[in-house]
């Protein structure tokens, strides 16, 4: 039997999950809202398809697993709003669905720690639509639906490296402010292990085993290319767009056990060392 997974927003992690499943003989159809994106799309073994309520439902009904990456906006969430009819009559029928959404529905706990058991008290505009679209997407009867709580997203061409050499980098000091992260590298096994052992209705923290303050970052990464540590700023007096603001309104330290203990992953970036380390060797290759 031939695997096929619909892609619903073929961005980052979803890429990342690809160069997993293809060599494995997968088929994997990933929408697209630009024709120009299409050809790139497919040069990497994608088979692309327009974000048109008629492409997406006929490359739906060819679907065996589902993957949800595209986010809510004030409308609500787009997969659904496109062609939530569709997916409502196929859901029985699939194998395997996983929505990405993020550790943002779990709200500001100041540094302490949350699992996928603490309630959801999102405190930002971007957490509550989340919260609302898992819960849109579990209303769905039949679907076999995983949730996967992503923590900061960092990668190939997602790393402070670019900043640091460019002398732009900052480390924000906020007093006790911690983040989790994961490679995104790491998001992909996560995703396969849950393909490999299904089980509907679960949820899971995608995130490495150590939230840091995110200049702890910054002066690693400068002293990994043996530069000046970038200078230090006041949260309240750095100059932030009104998205970086709302991330440092929130701090919280993710668990990540049910993933080692349910799904058996081991990390291959167990912390934003490792993880920067493999980054600058991958540029220096």
Request: charged share 20%; hydrophobic share 40%.
């Amino acid at each position: 039997m031939t695997h096929t997974l619909l892609s619903l927003g073929h961005g980052y992690s979803a890429r990342a999950l690809s160069r997993l499943l293809l060599p494995q003989g997968w088929r994997i159809i990933g929408t697209t809202r630009s024709a120009d994106s299409a050809g790139a799309l497919a040069e990497t073994g994608i088979e692309p398809v327009l974000w048109e309520a008629g492409a997406v439902r006929d490359a739906l009904a060819q679907a065996t697993h589902l993957l949800i990456s595209a986010g809510p906006d004030s409308a609500g969430d787009p997969s659904l709003r496109l062609i939530g009819d569709a997916i409502t009559a196929r859901a029985p029928e699939l194998y395997w669905a996983g929505y990405l959404s993020t550790t943002g529905v779990y709200g500001d706990h100041h540094g302490a720690w949350v699992d996928e058991t603490t309630p959801l008290t999102p405190g930002t505009e971007r957490g509550l639509l989340r919260v609302e679209a898992e819960a849109a997407w579990g209303a769905i009867p039949g679907l076999p639906l995983h949730v996967f709580r992503l923590a900061g997203i960092y990668g190939p061409g997602r790393g402070p490296f670019a900043k640091v050499r460019a002398g732009k980098a900052r480390q924000i000091i906020k007093r006790g402010q911690v983040f989790s992260r994961i490679h995104v590298d790491d998001i992909a096994r996560v995703l396969a292990a849950s393909i490999e052992r299904p089980n509907p209705g679960a949820v899971y923290n995608v995130c490495d085993n150590d939230p840091a303050p995110p200049q702890d970052v910054i002066s690693h990464a400068a002293e990994l290319l043996n530069l000046p540590e970038p200078p230090k700023v006041d949260f309240r007096k750095a100059e932030l767009s009104d998205m970086a603001r709302s991330f440092y309104a929130e701090s919280k330290r993710v668990s990540n056990e049910r993933i080692k203990n349910e799904l058996g992953v081991e990390l291959l970036y167990p912390d934003y060392r490792s993880g920067l380390q493999s980054l600058l060797e991958a540029e220096t290759a």
